[in-house]
């Protein structure tokens, strides 16, 4: 058997938390609570090794025989000058508060705005892609509910037929939600299963 | 305090059923599954991935061990293992981006466990798998220098992403790579219906180890979520019939 230790210990902590959420027992939510708060402890070390592993990653490209990224040289530039800046400021204080906002917000921004040209672009590329009816579906009903969404027909409100046709129209894509998620709830359910059952131990390494 | 208990009464009978079908002689055999043609073309790029010595990109998401959306990284992982097993031993073995902390390490174990189980272990490069954007558009900005530089040839991304997963399935098509993508997030789906080349919908996500052939409990897990969602459609169709007639 594959890191059987591990396993032991991944079935026991699931079912430990899964029994102290359905079941009102005290000790049963105090040692879940417990769990779930060394959970969060190793999930934030899990971060910090991840992030001094990314900066390791990019030193290694930046001093590469072959290939060498200078972008790698930005990255660590302005990752040790947000770490001391952090570190000698606080991450809770104004300056360097503002300092991150002013450069972070508007990159995410102008990335919001490829964003949008890249959708529309894969949207009139969808029907070189797809053939049959599904593409000409997707495209109707994203323009309906977009006229619908943005309040350009709420003055046709006062007729009752049509209040009544966009009611039950605005119901379908909430039908449709609710749909996929159900599908969603019942495979995160076996997944979720398949982990306390030990099929999947992505921890075996 | 009764929900709670037929809860934990319904979770422990599906376990048992996962159990018991896991059982049925034979099961590992793939013509229990519906054909769906994403998984057939998923399969042949991965052979076309060996043969031609391109590499494989495969991006987990940005959800939080912690988070309730993990499952679909859970996922994504189980496929990395496989994904990693089938090519990893290869001149180019794949690559993993993450958006988490908990799951970078995770996909480091699971490209690990591949080299185990491969009798390779020495071959193995923490440094193929890692974190590149602890925010939604650091992870996608940080991720995309990747599939201009590796000589990528499919990107299967598997696990919870926002639209801006966009960029990164659009990146791909420039370079004419093949990408699979599926997600539990909507907008995510709805984004990907557009711009990727084999999107998954729904719980569709959730069928990938089954058809990976990762293993009998998978299929069988398969089987119990049909039984599921049967019963969920029935207890819905009964709850409206008995609305209607004011019954309930």
Known sequence: ?205 | MMYGILALIIIFACAGLIVMFGLIPGLRNTTYLRSIPAFERLRRALGESVEKGTRLHVSLGKSSLIQSTNTSALVGLTALEHVSLYSGTSDRPPIVSSGDGGLALLSQDAQRAAYRISDALESYNPDRAMMTGPTPFSYIAGALPLTDIENISAHILLGNFGPEVVLLTESGEMLSAYTFAGSDSLPAQAALYASAQEPLLGEELYAVPAYLECGRLHIASLMVQDILRWTVIVTLAAGAVLKLAGIL
């Open chain 1, 1 to 205: 058997m594959r890191a059987p230790l591990s396993t032991a210990i991944a079935i026991a902590a699931g079912i430990v938390v899964l029994l102290g959420y359905f079941l009102p027992v005290p000790e049963l939510k105090m040692i879940r609570s417990m769990l779930i708060d060394w959970a969060v402890i190793v999930a934030g070390i899990a971060g910090l090794i991840a992030i001094i592993h990314l900066v390791k990653v990019h030193i290694k490209k930046l001093s590469s025989e072959q290939n060498r990224d200078y972008y790698s040289l930005i990255t660590l530039i302005a990752f040790f000058f947000t770490l001391a800046a952090g570190l000698l400021l606080s991450p809770s204080d104004q300056r360097f508060q503002q300092v991150v906002t002013s450069i972070q917000v508007p990159v995410e921004a102008s990335l919001m705005g490829v964003l949008a040209i890249s959708l529309t672009y894969a949207s009139i590329r969808l029907f070189q892609r797809r053939k049959g009816w599904m593409p000409i579906i997707f495209a109707v009903s994203a323009v309906v509910f977009l006229i619908l969404a943005s309040g350009f027909l709420s003055i046709a409100d006062q007729v009752p037929l049509v209040k009544t046709l966009m009611s039950a129209l605005n119901m379908l894509p909430v039908a449709g939600a609710r749909g996929i998620l159900l599908g969603i709830a019942l495979g995160s359910l076996t997944t979720g299963l398949r982990i306390l059952l030990a099929a999947d131990r992505p921890y075996s390494g």
